[in-house]
C-alpha cells in the first residue's frame, strides 16, 4: 500500500479509525474477498460519518485514485449479490 487514506480532520478519531476501517474493507474485498456482511456493516458506519452523497464520492473518488479500488462498484456488486462473499 503505497497510498494514504482520504481523511477529514474534522472528525473524531473514532470517526476516522471507522472510515480507515472502512478502506480496509474494501481493499480486502479486492485483494482476497470479504464477508458481505461485514462490508455493508462497514458502508453503514461509513455513511453515518459521511452522510452526504457529494462528500461520500469526493472521498472515495480521492480513494480510488490513489488505490485503483471502487467503492461504489463493489457496494453496488454485494447490495445486489445474494452471495454470502464478495469479491472485487
Known sequence: MNYQY????SW???ET???????QCVEQ???KGIEKEILLAAYKRF???VPSKS??????NEFEESSGYS???LIKKAIESTAL???G
Open 29 to 31: 474485498a479486492y485483494e
Open 55 to 60: 462528500e461520500e464520492k469526493k472521498i472515495c
Open 47 to 49: 455513511k453515518e460519518i
Open 85 to 87: 462473499k464478495v469479491k
Open 12 to 14: 473524531e478519531t473514532s
Open 17 to 23: 479509525v471507522d472510515v480507515i476501517r472502512f478502506f
Open 71 to 73: 467503492t461504489y462498484r
Open 6 to 9: 482520504p481523511i477529514d480532520f
